[in-house]
């Protein structure tokens, strides 16, 4: 069975860190048939990933991974088959855009407040023209001499409990929602944005809902479902096999989409290699099934 990732990043996330080019020929090289570039709030990939995936070989669906607000939690709506001309999304990264900008120094000053040193010079200048993002403050707070001993970063140094993807456990344990540096921002509301992915003619799909909560995830996506939520990303990273059976016999029951997806960032999630996670056999068919709604390129 061919091989597909519905779930990756290019360098139009902030986060994440190959051109979509290269994102195109990795995609070739871990033998993808088929590719969608998710990119956070952002459809900028849309154009230079259709151009790459026929240089090699790869066919490529539109995507999109949106922050959005449901029930007063943060989740990840995935965004598939859109049409390629449509200017709409433009609006979602800008207004993310602003929400970020306004929110890193607030970010800063709580990390201040932990007693962590930062040096921002560096930080803003790493970021370049981006917007700094927490696993870069994670990397810049680990490697300052002045924290070497702050016991706070224990558990991300080398060989203890949370050092085998130090900084995006560093964004989770620090960022996350209730977490001490966590800072609250006014994210589009789901059911907006699923209508904004319906009305330019794509499918709605809850993103990775394992690592968004915790527990009773059939009651969470059961209450999104009338918002127009077509599908769920079942073959997900964070996805334990007991949660991925839960969540596929699911789809089943409810006529869902099964989706697969790695979340492949790069460096900033060192253990999801492109095209990690795949469904079990007997599950492939079923996660193909969205292939057939959308147009791929």
């Known amino acids: 069975m061919e091989r597909i990732d519905l779930h990756t ?16 020929t990795m995609a070739k090289a871990a033998d993808l048939a088929v590719l969608a570039i998710t990119d ?17 070989g790869v066919s490529v669906m539109t995507g999109i991974e949106i922050d ?6 943060n989740y990840h709506l995935l965004g598939y088959g859109f049409r390629r001309d449509s200017r ?7 207004n993310f855009q602003q929400l970020e900008r306004a929110a890193t120094p607030l970010k800063l000053s709580k990390l201040r407040a932990l007693g962590f040193h930062l040096d ?3 930080l803003y200048a790493m970021a370049g023209d981006r917007i ?3 696993e870069q403050m994670a990397e810049l707070i680990l490697e300052d001499a002045r924290n070497a001993n702050h016991d ?17 456990n560093f964004f989770w344990d620090f960022f996350g929602t209730d977490k001490p540096c966590h800072v609250t921002v006014e994210l589009p509301p789901m059911a907006e944005m699923a209508a904004l992915i319906i009305d330019n003619g794509g499918i709605p799909v809850i993103a990775h809902i394992g690592a968004n909560v915790k527990e009773k995830h059939l009651s969470v996506i059961e209450q999104m479902l009338p918002l127009g939520v077509q599908g769920v990303e079942v073959f997900s990273s964070y996805h334990d096999e007991a949660l991925r059976r839960e969540l596929y016999q699911y789809t089943l029951d409810n006529s869902l989409l099964a989706t697969c997806g790695s979340d492949f960032h790069g460096k900033n999630k060192p253990n999801i290699m492109l095209g990690s996670s795949q469904p079990w056999p007997d599950a492939a068919p079923q996660t193909r099934e969205i292939l057939e709604r959308v147009t791929l390129y």
């Open 9 to 24: 990043h290019s360098a139009y996330s902030d986060d994440a860190d190959f051109a979509v080019g290269d994102l195109l």
């Open 40 to 56: 956070h709030n952002s459809a900028r990939s849309v154009e230079e990933a259709i151009c790459g995936g026929k240089a090699n």
């Open 68 to 73: 959005c607000a449901f029930a007063g939690n």
């Open 88 to 94: 709409d999304f433009a609006a979602v990264e800008q």
């Open 120 to 122: 921002e010079v560096r």
């Open 132 to 134: 700094p993002q927490e």
């Open 152 to 168: 706070l970063l224990l558990p991300y140094r080398v060989g203890n409990a949370r050092s085998d993807m130090p900084l995006i």
